[in-house]
């Protein structure tokens, strides 16, 4: 199926969801992960009104933001390396994976003066040890360090869930994220208003909603793979 109407059975399904738990569907950013497929692709999945784009690498980034830049939402969405942040650092809208101060350091560093950049600390819920982030417990005092950083504000918890065959055991790292970025929001801090929750991928995205997912970043179902195409 073309990009389109691979979006228009992922909103489908969205709208369902929300009706069965409550939620507008408006509350749901579908990020178009176009990391594995050309900027033909990605075209077509802006023309097909995904306007959130992300990517993981940063020369994939600026190979599509070249061609694109006027037209998406950019969104960085791997882990970022402090040498790299120089070259995302005037394209990217949001970045979903600050988890460390010199990372943060050096955004502050490099962001035009007078520029914000919407961060999501990522969160490593499930612990496992081959994924990035922090621990739930150095949450909330990292994102108190952050206050220091002025151009940064926190939008909101990241976190990536176990790859499993079962979605529904996906449900306890969604939850369990949803109750910390409450934790967050209730602190009232002026550089982390944290309303935001940024999970569920291609396999996983339904049980996200279900638990209060407000991203979810979506690669293969909507814009496939460039050797599938």
């Known amino acids: 199926m073309s990009v389109k109407q691979n979006g228009e059975?992922?909103?489908?399904?969205?709208?369902?969801?929300?009706?069965?738990?409550?939620?507008?569907?408006?509350e749901i950013n579908i990020v178009a992960v176009t990391k594995y497929v050309s900027v033909q692709t990605a075209q077509e999945a802006l023309s097909a009104g995904f306007v959130h784009i992300g990517e993981n690498r940063a020369e994939g980034l600026g190979e599509k933001w070249d061609s694109l830049q006027g037209?998406?939402?950019?969104?960085?969405?791997?882990?970022?390396?402090?040498?790299?942040?120089?070259?995302?650092i005037d394209k990217i809208d949001y970045l979903h994976s600050l988890d460390r101060i010199s990372l943060a350091k050096?955004?502050?560093?490099?962001?035009?003066?007078?520029?914000?950049?919407k961060c999501f600390v990522q969160v490593n819920v499930?612990?496992?040890e081959s994924k990035a982030g922090l621990a739930p417990a150095e949450v909330i005092p990292f994102i108190r360090e952050l206050e220091a950083y002025q151009s940064l504000q926190v939008v909101g918890l990241m976190t990536m869930a176990?790859?499993?065959?079962?979605p529904e055991e996906t449900r306890a790292v969604f939850r369990r994220l949803r109750l910390l970025k409450e934790e967050v929001?209730?602190?009232n801090l002026p550089h982390a208003p944290c309303q935001e929750l940024s999970m569920g991928m291609s396999n996983d995205y339904q049980v996200a909603i279900e638990e209060g997912a407000t991203f979810i970043r979506i690669g293969?179902?909507?814009?496939?793979?460039e050797a599938d195409r």
């Open 9 to 26: 059975a992922i909103q489908a399904e969205i709208d369902k969801l929300c009706a069965r738990c409550g939620r507008d569907p408006n």
């Open 126 to 128: 499930s612990g496992e």
């Open 185 to 187: 929001s209730a602190l």
């Open 71 to 88: 037209e998406a939402v950019w969104h960085f969405i791997g882990s970022l390396q402090s040498k790299k942040v120089k070259k995302v």
């Open 106 to 117: 050096e955004l502050d560093k490099r962001l035009e003066h007078g520029k914000q950049l």
């Open 162 to 166: 176990p790859f499993v065959e079962e």
């Open 220 to 225: 293969s179902a909507l814009v496939g793979r």
